[in-house]
């Protein structure tokens, strides 16, 4: 098992101490300083929004052009009438319809016919795959979005370097480099029943730990100190929404937005994750209303406020959605559609060369689907997340986050 | 009583007070082995074990003695879960299943839908309790069985297991065939004999249904056991895993029903096709030789081969079935040994018997034992005698583990405290340290979700991790001192605690703190965390309050995270 930066550091962080060398603590001290400062360099950050249990790609970018998109739904596509045209060929949901400004002004990119080279249909092993990196290997202990934290060593390394939102950390963050799960921002830290006691009981926990810990525990408690005592400095949570973005009342759209007060506090949050469910819709789908409607609508909804209230500095955020598979091109018999293969997602932000759908459109003709039944992938999701990392995080080598990939011609996502 | 090393410490271990050696004294190594083969002590639980000696309690835990525990069994009682057959779950399942499809479906004949949720119904004793109902109670009573067993060797040994053979709960059929393992495959052999759990978990509906062995069908390049007859699209037992509609025939007309045609066609689509490595490639890995046991990729494709076939009899009660049209005729070798032609179930279970024995298995399980009982890093010395008892007893797990609590190196001082405990271990070890009573409800499963381990809930199959670098990560310890600080204040939902049984309520903030320093932290309070706590309770005059600060303190502080 190689050892990562990480567990070397936590694994020998006395022995560093004691020479009085440890890079971490150096690091992190200068970052601590030039934060005072306020000299923080508006790093870049990703935030990957897991679509989990398989969007419908069909109905979420739909391949209006296509004759098999009709032919095979009759009950579940969207009338032609309230679709939100991209390019002729493909259309928004018109839930979605809060994105086409975006589309308009060139920051929102599609890449379509995007999937696992893996042809399970099991939600779980599907995800798994899609937040390891390593399709049809289940023995990978870690996520993708960790080993990049392990391997690319030119962001500052910040507790709020990497940030899941959700009670667990999710396997994509999983690993050696250090990952905050934060369910909530606002009820982060030690608590108590009375607030007022938190600040003393931290104090408390931090001197005893101080004193006390060694190895590991001495270092990670460490780190979720600082994280508290930056969070306390910063106060991320009591930025209200900028220029006049309406933040869902979603799930979504709270954590949403909690990215976005992290990454406007300046905390040094690279990558951020968060999931969003409700997209298996095996039963009663419905078009331009119903279950994925509903669903769409939150997305749209906490995309575009989340893009509203950074403004400019969307400049420097990528939001990258995923989502395990897509479904099949045909509805089934109770009105909804099943586990399928390729699907669309969306990269919004950042330099991205926007206004346009990108990857080979297979077609949805029965001799060009997989398995005669579903999108084909003509993307492999590595390559399209490769690229970003690449193109808008600025990593140089991804053998060791997408370990035995090689990636075909680039889709040119950006510039 | 056969020869070990670890028995020369024996009238060191049995008398008390010990000589000064390691380990130092009797309170010492009671609380050592109630660490390490237990959930941590409760109160008065290190002076009880010293004074019984240490090694005639082990000899007790491995069931040597007699251990009762009808305070236990009779709160087991309250968990519907343990009364409920797998044929029952796998009924809810598909009731559930088929709940779903009926909405709106247009597809399905009505009345048969209403008739199967009828038959599901009539067949669930629990009434309207659901699936996640009693699988959040099966988290509940595994937690409640951790605090308040007598067994305590049993139930560490029990997640030892079901760790080791993990399943995930949440994959489809595994929500109906989970409970079932638990009770009836890993728990009744955690103790046993090793090939006993190798074959059980290897026949287990739940290990079929979870690493695909159950889509795992010969190549149609081979000849299998009826080769004129490919898998038909009807077989329920061969079905694919994820499928969400078990209830549902496929052929239209079967049965007297109306099927969707769109829906069978997309049925089909699904059939296996072919081998699937999943389950004969962990088998190997994790299950047994482990990853650098000089297996192949060839012996993992032959392996696979031999456990075509190896399915799930969903006609009847979803128990084990081997189906001959499904396994692959052709001969076959692994790691060597030629296994012939047309053996059918005989291979696997030849198979299986091979690997149970194999040096390599033996030399894998005893380190992993040795990494969960001693230390992050096994020492080869306790590795070694496990795997002498491994031999000398055939597998025998009790054997096993009395080997390494044998072994000079469970005692020796530098494994003491020396492992990080889990999540798991810290939620148990810090309620049962404060005698606290879990109250059944799924509470306190829930406490430790938020802690990062969710009761068999790890989605991958080599389940949760045994060291410290994979559990200690900030909000993770920061979860776990607003834990300890809620418990401490018995303000935690789920359990209720009684300081007044542990620590009295004093106002003289020394004698809080050695009373806190003696029951909860066995003396290892250092100086540093002695001055903090003080300088805590410095301006708080309430004797009660400064109680329940202190002892959250305690719990969440770094001493406490160790065993």
Redesign the interface.
Known sequence: MPISRR?FM??GGLALVSLGADPLFVDRAAYALRAQLGHVPSGKTLVCLFQRGAVDGLSMIVPAGDPWYWRDRQRIAVGKDDLVSLDGMFALHPRLATLKPLWDRGSLAVVHAVGSPSAT????DAQ?YMESGTPDR??T?SGWANRYCQHAHEHAET?FRAVAFG???P?ILAG?A??????DLRT??????RAEGND??TR??E????????G???T?????F???KMLKTANPTALPPANGAVYGRSKLATSMQQVAQLIRADLGLQIAFVDVGGWDT???QGAGQGQLATRLDELGQALSAFTTDLGDRMRDVVVLTMSEFGR?V??????GT??GHGTAMMVLGGGVRGKQVFGRWPGLAPDARH???DLAVTTDFRALFGEVLTGHLGATDLSAVFPEFVPGPRLGLFG | MPHVPGLRLLPLLLAAPLAAQAPSNALDSARHALNRLGYGPTPGQVEAVAREGVLRWVDRQLGFGDLRDPALASREADFAVLRTSRREMVALHTDQVTRALRAQAQGADSATIERMRAEARALSRTGERDLRTLNAELQSVTLLRAVASERQLGEVLADFWTNHFNVYIAKGFDRAYFADYLERTIRAHALGRFEDLLVGTATSPAMLFYLDNVQSVADTTAVTAQATRRPAANRPAQRPGQMPRPAVPVRPGERGQAMDPAMVEQLRARMPRGLNENYARELLELHTLGVDGGYTQDDVIHVARILTGWTIDRRGDHGFQFLAAAHDRGAKTVLGQAFPAGQGEAEGRALLAMLARHPATMHHLSAKLCARFVADAAPDGCIDDAVRAWKRTDGDIREVVRAIVHSPDFWAPSAMHAKTKTPLEFVVSAVRAVGGTPDGTPRLAQQLQRLGQPLFSQVTPNGYPETSAEWVNSGALLGRMTFAVALASNRLPGVTVQLDRIVPSTSDPEALLESVNRTLLGGAMTARTRNAIRAELRDISDPRAARALAVGLALGGPEFQRQ
């Open positions: 567990a936590k694994a249909r099991s939600h779980f798994d289940k023995s202990t507790a009670p667990q950390l396997r050696s250090p990952a905050l799960a934060i369910d982060f830290g030690v608590r108590t029943a003393r009981l408390a926990f001197s005893l730990y101080e004193g006390a810990a060694t590991l525990v001495a990670s408690s460490a780190e979720g600082e994280a508290i095996h039963v009663n099949t045909k509805e089934n018999g109770t009105g099943d586990h398995e005669g039944r």
